[in-house]
C-alpha cells in the first residue's frame, strides 16, 4: 500500500494537539508548546501543548474528584467500556500505525501488530472488570468469620515509554479502569500522538470525565513532582529507565506509594549445543530486531555453546544483512530508524568500544548518513567480557555474540548482571530446559522461542528490572487493595 504525504498529514491532523484534563480538551493554542519529530526525516509533524506543574495539579484535582463514583461504577459496565475501545481501535488499525510509525519510526507493518497488540490488552481487562473477587470464611476459632473484598487502590500516576507507545498505554489503563482506579497518565514526550488518540477513543467509547487525565509534557519532572508530592495519589506505575525508576521510587516513598515498576533490561539469549541452530536464528531475529532492538525485552547478549557459534553468527549476519532498512512508511522496509540522534549515538558508540577491545564486525557496524537516525543491522563475534555493550542495554539492532564452554558457564554469564527482565534458551533437552529456566535470575523466559509478551501472562522482572506485573490476572492486582473484615458470630 502506498502511503501519501496527504495521507500522513489527514492522520496527525485528526488527533487532539491539547490536555485532556476532567474530560476536557485544553487548547494548545495560548500555551507553550513543543515539536514531536519523525526520526526517519529529522522533521517536525506536529505541535503538542507542554504542560505546566498547575496543569499536573488539575489533572489529580480530576482523577480525586472522580474516584469516588467511578470505585463505585458497575464492573460490568467497565468492562463494556473497556470492550468498546478494543472495537474501535481494532477499526482504526491502519491509522493508528500510521501515526505510530510518524512519530516513532518502526515499520508500519510492526505498527499494525503493536495496535492490534495494544488493543488485546482492553479485551482481556475488559473480562477481568467483573472477575474481582474477595473471600469468605469460618474463623479457625469457629467465633467468627473472615471476610475479604478487593477495592480500587485509588488515583493513579501511569508513566509511559516512547518504544511502544500505544500498547505500553493500554497495559497500564486497561487494569486501571477495570479496576476502578481514576488516573492521570503522561506519555513520552516523543511519542504523545498515540496516547492523545487512545484518549479520544476512550471517550468516545463513554468512559466517564476525570477519569483518564493525560498530560503531555517536555519537561517529566516538572509535571511529575507536584504529582508526587500529593498525598491523596495511591500509586505509580512507570515504564522506562532503571535511572529514572529509582528517581521515581525515592519520591514514592514519601508518600508511601503503591509501586509499579518495568525498568531495563539487559537480555541474555542462551543457544546450546543440542539446540535447532535455523529456529534459534529465526527466534534471534525477533528477539533482537523487534522495535528495531529499541525493546526492553530486546536480546542484548548472545551467548552460544562453542560447536555452534560460527554457524549461529553467520546465519544471523545473513538474516540481519538482508533486512531492508529505510522510512517506516515504505513498502519493505523491516528495519526502521532509533528515536533520536543521541540513541543512534550510543549505539554506534558501544559498537565502536566493542571493535576497540578485539570484537569483529561480521556485518553491518556503521550508521547511515542523510536525513533520519539509520545504523544499520549488525552482528559482532569475538566480543570480550570487559565490553560495554554486554553490561550496558543497547537499545538498537546490534547482536554481540560471545561463547561458553558448559551449561554452569552459560547460566553464570546470564545471570552476570544488575538486570532481570527476560531470558531467551534454545535446547532441545527438556530437562536442560527446566534446569536453566529454573536457575536464571530473570522474571520472564522465552524457551525456544523470541517472543514473551502477551496480554494473558504477567509481564515483568526481577533485581535493576524493577518489580510487579502487567498482563495476565495477575495485572488487575496492583491496582487493587485487600480489606479485611472480622465478622463476629
Known amino acids: 500500500m502506498t502511503i501519501t504525504a496527504e495521507h500522513e498529514k489527514s492522520v496527525v491532523d485528526a488527533v487532539a494537539r491539547d490536555l485532556y484534563i476532567g474530560g476536557r480538551w485544553q487548547p494548545a493554542g495560548g500555551r507553550r508548546t513543543f515539536a514531536v519529530e519523525d526520526p526517519a526525516t529529522a522533521e517536525t509533524i506536529a505541535e503538542v501543548a507542554d504542560a505546566t506543574p498547575d496543569d499536573a495539579r488539575a489533572a489529580l484535582d480530576a482523577a480525586v474528584a472522580m474516584r469516588a463514583e467511578w470505585a463505585s461504577h458497575p464492573p460490568r459496565e467497565r468492562g463494556e467500556i473497556l470492550r468498546r475501545a478494543f472495537e474501535r481501535i481494532v477499526e482504526r488499525q491502519d491509522d493508528l500505525a500510521l501515526l505510530m510509525t510518524l512519530e516513532m519510526g518502526k515499520p508500519i507493518a510492526e505498527s499494525r501488530t503493536e495496535i492490534a497488540y495494544a488493543a488485546e490488552f482492553f479485551r482481556w481487562f475488559a473480562e477481568e472488570a467483573v472477575r474481582i473477587e474477595g473471600r469468605f470464611a469460618a474463623a479457625p476459632n469457629g467465633q467468627g468469620r473472615l471476610l475479604t473484598m478487593r477495592q480500587p487502590v485509588g488515583p493513579c500516576y501511569l508513566v509511559t515509554p516512547w518504544n511502544f507507545p500505544m500498547a505500553m498505554g493500554t497495559r497500564k489503563i486497561g487494569p486501571a479502569v477495570a479496576a476502578g482506579c481514576t488516573m492521570v497518565i503522561k506519555p513520552a514526550q516523543k511519542t504523545p500522538l498515540s496516547m492523545l488518540a487512545l484518549a479520544q477513543i476512550l ?179 569475538d566480543v570480550p567480557d570487559d565490553a560495554r555493550l554486554l553490561d550496558e542495554e543497547i537499545f538498537g539492532p546490534v547482536a554481540p555474540v560471545a561463547t561458553f564452554d558448559d551449561e554452569e558457564a552459560a547460566v553464570a554469564a546470564a545471570n552476570d548482571t544488575e538486570y532481570g527482565l527476560v531470558a531467551y534458551v534454545y535446547t532441545s533437552d527438556l530437562k536442560r530446559a527446566m534446569r536453566v529456566c529454573e536457575a536464571l535470575d530473570t522474571g520472564m523466559v522465552g524457551l525456544n522461542q523470541g517472543m514473551v509478551s502477551n496480554p494473558a501472562a504477567p509481564f515483568g522482572g526481577v533485581k535493576a528490572s524493577g518489580f510487579g506485573r502487567e498482563g495476565g490476572r495477575e495485572g488487575i492486582a496492583e491496582y487493587l487493595e485487600t480489606k479485611y473484615v472480622a465478622m463476629a458470630m
Open 203 to 381: 471517550e468516545e467509547s463513554g468512559l466517564p470525565p476525570g477519569v483518564l487525565n493525560v498530560l503531555t509534557s517536555s519537561s517529566s519532572s516538572a509535571v511529575s513532582k507536584p504529582i508526587m508530592e500529593d498525598p491523596r495519589l495511591r500509586k505509580v506505575s512507570f515504564t522506562g529507565s532503571t535511572e529514572v525508576g529509582r528517581k521515581l521510587m525515592a519520591q514514592a516513598s514519601e508518600n508511601l506509594l503503591r509501586v509499579s515498576m518495568e525498568l531495563g533490561g539487559n537480555a541474555p539469549f542462551l543457544v546450546f549445543d543440542d539446540a535447532d541452530v535455523d529456529a534459534a536464528v529465526e527466534g534471534a531475529v525477533i528477539a533482537k530486531m523487534r522495535n528495531v532492538g529499541e525493546a526492553c525485552t530486546a536480546a542484548n547478549r548472545f551467548h552460544v555453546a562453542d560447536r555452534l557459534s560460527d554457524e549461529f553468527a553467520e546465519k544471523l549476519a545473513r538474516r540481519l544483512g538482508a533486512m531492508p532498512v529505510g522510512r517506516g512508511t515504505e513498502d519493505g522496509v523491516e528495519v526502521g530508524p532509533l528515536i533520536d540522534e543521541d540513541q543512534r549515538d550510543k549505539v554506534s558508540e558501544l559498537v565502536d568500544d566493542a571493535t576497540h577491545r578485539g570484537a569483529s564486525v561480521v556485518v553491518g557496524g556503521r550508521r547511515r548518513d542523510g536525513r533520519g537516525y539509520f545504523y544499520e543491522p549488525t552482528v559482532l563475534t
